[in-house]
């Protein structure tokens, strides 16, 4: 029997504002443990939240870029449950009037695009961090600086078919974000997290399977191997006849597998109900109206102009606009400059290999886009080959110096004088009459090995393109 996947993605999202949601403590990643906490955080009794305008504007933004209702009227509740790193034993939260619904975003799968809906998109707090004990150390500590930061919680439809399209959803969702600029969306401090609800049934059938819940993946690489490790799992479970039990997992990326932690065989009952110490959230359509005019550029329309504006193809356009840093990036080198897909080669090439071995991020690059151009200038004008300005990038990338002052420091200057090509090509031939003979035989190779030549007697400085018309030149004479 043949089985069909289904998924659906809840995703946490921290906001980005400077303070917490209900108090006035900082909203900072990384401070001393239990530095960043009051009395409201803390869960002091008769210590009273008050609700940050700025998580609702982020909200508000949020749900406009992933095309839902916004409810002009809503309310938050209090999700009760016990945990060590809950000071008030339940969270603040929105249960059955969330602030936006009924949204969705566009993916494009195999050159089609899919919509994915977005059943919504409520706010809520985070709750501290856990610091357990290493090895063989019996203790937990407690870090309640992360607890009251906002969140908000998107919850997607069961629209998702395969592993590949939840990783193309959670990039274009994180791309959102960025874009909006209401999270740093750092999956590995947690300002992003993911879980991941998947089932499987027979194909054409109607009614879901038995779902498995996989929590807190990190990465987006982690969310598709997390997925396709449960579609294995699960399909063997089905075909041996047998069911999948419904529970929560996790995933261990070291040993590639998830594995399971509690059984979900009944619903937790939460006991939610209205948070007493807040009023409704009534928002005017004005200031809705107001929040949309000023949404910034975001990536479908960003990728739609880059292919009409710098005339590179879509697919380019696509990996430049998934980060907007990258974008901008981008834009800042092509910008009134001559040849634009060029500037998007090295973009894609150099720096985007560059980024991941050093494992860094596009906003760490100690020089200005516009060195990158002048770079490529060099190249154009005959002063550098390729090699030796993948050579150049290299210590631009860790100096931060312009490439025209590296040229020189390094001694790399492309040699495109005729008169020292020739004495080049005339000691190539002269030490490889083997290989001159080959090539007159019909064996066209033997120029490529004469080129490769030339250009270890030079160094790598030779022009390869002179070296070429000229070997030939002679060769055929």
Request: charged fraction near 30%; proline fraction near 5%.
């Amino acid at each position: 029997m043949r089985y069909e996947t289904v998924i659906g993605l809840e995703v946490h999202v921290e906001l980005s504002t400077k303070s917490k949601a209900f108090c006035s403590c900082k909203n900072e990643f990384g401070s001393e443990v239990n530095t960043n906490c009051c009395p409201v955080c803390l869960g002091y009794p008769g210590a009273l939240p008050v609700l940050n305008k700025k998580v609702v504007e982020y909200a508000v933004k949020a749900g406009l870029a992933l095309n839902c209702d916004i409810s002009l009227y809503s309310k938050t509740d209090r999700k009760n449950y016990f945990y060590p790193d809950l000071p008030k034993a339940y969270q603040i939260s929105q249960d059955d009037m969330p602030i936006c619904k009924n949204g969705f975003i566009e993916i494009e799968v195999d050159e089609e695009i899919k919509k994915i809906g977005i059943t919504r998109i409520h706010i809520e707090e985070d709750a501290g961090k856990l610091l357990h004990g290493a090895g063989d150390e019996d203790y937990s500590l407690v870090d309640f600086n992360r607890a009251g930061v906002p969140l908000i919680e998107i919850v997607s439809e069961p629209d998702i078919r395969s592993p590949e399209e939840a990783r193309l959803y959670l990039e274009k969702l994180k791309s959102i974000l960025e874009y909006l600029e209401i999270s740093d969306c750092k999956m590995q401090e947690g300002s992003l997290r993911c879980d991941a609800n998947i089932s499987l049934r027979p194909i054409d059938e109607e009614k879901f399977g038995v779902k498995s819940e996989i929590k807190n993946m990190n990465s987006m690489k982690s969310l598709e191997r997390a997925l396709e490790f449960e579609v294995k799992r699960q399909t063997e479970i089905l075909l041996q006849g047998e069911e999948v039990a419904p529970e929560t997992r996790r995933w261990d990326d070291a040993k590639s597998i998830t594995i399971a932690m509690r059984a979900k065989d009944k619903t937790y009952d939460y006991r939610n109900f209205p948070e007493a110490d807040l009023v409704p959230i009534v928002l005017e359509p004005e200031w809705i109206k107001e929040i949309k005019t000023n949404l910034p550029e975001l990536p479908d329309f960003k990728r739609n102009r880059f292919v009409k504006q710098y005339g590179i193809p879509k697919y380019d356009a696509s990996v430049l606009t998934l980060s907007k840093d990258l974008s901008v990036f981008f834009e800042r080198c092509a910008k009134d400059y001559k040849n634009p897909k060029a500037v998007s080669n090295w973009v894609m090439g150099e720096v985007l290999r560059i980024l991941k071995e050093r494992e860094q991020e596009i906003s760490n690059i100690k020089f200005p886009p516009e060195y990158l151009r002048e770079l490529i200038d060099l190249i154009d004008e005959g002063l550098l080959n390729s090699s030796a300005a993948k050579l150049v990038f290299e210590e631009m990338f860790d100096t931060g110096k312009e490439p025209k002052t590296l040229l020189d420091k390094l001694g790399l200057k492309q040699i495109s004088d005729e008169d020292a090509i020739g004495e080049l090509v005339n000691e190539v031939l002269a030490n490889n009459q083997e290989s001159v003979e080959a090539y007159k035989n019909g064996k066209s190779n033997a120029l490529k090995y004469l080129v490769g030549q030339a250009m270890k007697i030079s160094k790598g400085k030779a022009n390869p393109k002179m070296i070429n018309s000229m070997l030939l030149e002679r060769l055929e004479d």
